[in-house]
Structure formats: C-alpha cells, structure tokens
C-alpha cells in the first residue's frame, strides 16, 4: 500500500507517494537525494541519521516517513547559508577538527545544535552525556567535545 506524504524539507515543501513501511531515513535518502543524512545501524543506536524534526532531534532510522507528516524537517544539507556560509556548529566542528572520516558528523552536529539549544552553556560532562546516542569510531569525542564548546560560547 502507498501514502502521500507531505512536509517541508530544509524550506522547501516535499510531497510524494510512498510505500507505507518506507523509513524516514529513505525517504530522505533515496527519494529527495539528500544523502548527508546516515544509515549507520538501523537500529537508533549510532545517530547518523540524527535530523531536526520540528526543531527536535530525532533519529530518522527510527520512524516511518509517513510519521513526519506535515512536519519541518531539516537535515544537514539544511544548516548552511544559501551563500555556503557554513552554520556555527559545522564552523565549529571544521576548527576545532570534531570529525575525521566525516560519517558520524552529520548527526553528531545535529545533535550538537539540539543540545546547545537545551544548554546553552554546556559543561564537557554534559556534552558527553548528552552525546551518549551518537557513535563515532574514528575521533575518541575529544575534538568533537571541544568543538561544541566553543560553538555554545560563540
């Protein structure tokens, strides 16, 4: 069976028809051609696929796109300014060098914009431990705790 889904996707309004059980994620993915956004483990358990739903984090493997009907969505191609001015936090990630193969950034930096609009003054623990869903196996977080850091106070 399909269904219309319709939302608005880093500004601009989506629309299309889908098999019912198709995930966010895919739809995203597959049918928009917007592949910064991950598929790391299917599960929710890694956070690749981290975007900002109705300007909440959420992990877009976990849910059916027909979930997000009517929602906002913005995903990492939907941070930076038309110009390509990068957003704060990718700025910050890029200095403070929080990424290394580039995988988990997407959603890590995703996360990180949630997080610091929750806590706007961010201590390392808290960081860490809001960071616990998102898996990097290349960094250690350090690099990616301190760029956060410094995109709070910015």
């Given amino acids: 069976m399909t269904v219309k889904v319709s939302m608005t996707v880093n500004g601009k309004k989506a629309s299309h028809e889908l098999e019912e059980r198709t995930l966010l994620v895919s739809y995203i993915r597959e049918t928009l051609q917007l592949t910064g956004t991950h598929v790391g483990c299917d599960t929710a358990q890694c956070g690749a696929c981290t975007i900002h739903l109705d300007g909440k984090a959420v992990k877009s493997c976990n849910m059916l796109a027909m979930q997000a009907e009517g929602a ?3 995903t ?9 001015t990068l957003h704060p936090m990718q700025a910050a990630f890029k200095e403070h ?3 290394q193969c580039g995988f988990c950034t997407p959603g890590m930096v995703m996360s990180a914009i949630d997080l610091v ?13 809001q960071l616990d869903g998102n898996l990097c196996r290349c960094t250690g977080y350090h690099n990616i705790v301190k760029a956060i850091k410094a995109a709070a106070t910015a």
Avoid: Y
């Avoid at 990492?76 to 390509?84: C, Q």
């Avoid at 609009?117 to 431990?129: G, L």
């Fill in 72 to 74: 906002d969505i913005t």
């Fill in 76 to 84: 990492i191609e939907g941070l930076a300014k038309p110009d390509g």
């Fill in 97 to 99: 060098h929080g990424l």
């Fill in 117 to 129: 609009k929750n806590f706007p003054s961010p201590t390392e623990e808290r960081i860490r431990e």
